[in-house]
């Protein structure tokens, strides 16, 4: 193949990533809050630029096979603490850990190891990636998620991160990470 096909290929297949900041709109504002014409169009366009996912909003992935897995960042707690003696952050580095909710909100079954498409960042843009480890706050999420439509899973996914660090967001895609379409929720 030829350099240039190459770069034209790779160039379209980077136009389908999709990052998401918008939380899922909950039932009770979509029935409820609507104003007639233009004048409501305003306001929910405006809604959604201000709009950026926060802990406790719900975003819904899509996957490769049309997986659709509702993302919810329920708690986090920083720094968090090794359930035992003999798993402990790197030196120099604390854990952080975050609470997530994945719901099946498609009509087949997912199957998954989440945390592969897990990350968070600071507010320049460095990436810090899972950490194997159970925490005090609670079970750690499946590394082997399988849940039928309507399904859910719950738990807690660790992170090592340096102690000088302000975590300011966390980003989960789908298929181990590979899949186009990332969520991404503010943390602070």
Known sequence: MSTAVFT??????????????TPDKPAAAAAGDEKPGKEGEK????Q?????AKVGD???????????IEVTVVKVVDPAKSKDEFMTPDDGNRWLGIQFQLVNKGDK??????????????ADGQMF??????????????????????????????????KDV????????????MADHTGQWKLQ
Not at 142 to 160: C, E, M, N, Q, Y
Request: glycine share 8%.
């Open 129 to 162: 990636q899972t950490a194997f480890g159970e925490i005090t706050a609670g079970p750690a999420l499946s590394s082997d998620v399988r849940l039928a439509p309507g399904a859910k899973a719950l738990g807690w996914v660790t992170f090592d991160v340096p």
């Open 109 to 122: 079954a997912y199957q998954d190891s989440p945390t592969n498409g897990m990350q968070v960042a600071d």
């Open 166 to 177: 302000k975590v300011s967001q966390v980003q989960v895609a789908l298929n181990s990470g």
């Open 48 to 52: 959604e630029k201000e709009a950026a």
């Open 58 to 68: 719900a975003i819904t992935l899509k996957g490769f096979e049309d997986e659709k």
């Open 43 to 46: 306001a929910e366009q405006a």
């Open 8 to 21: 034209a290929v790779l160039g379209l297949a980077a136009c389908d990533t999709e990052v998401t900041a």
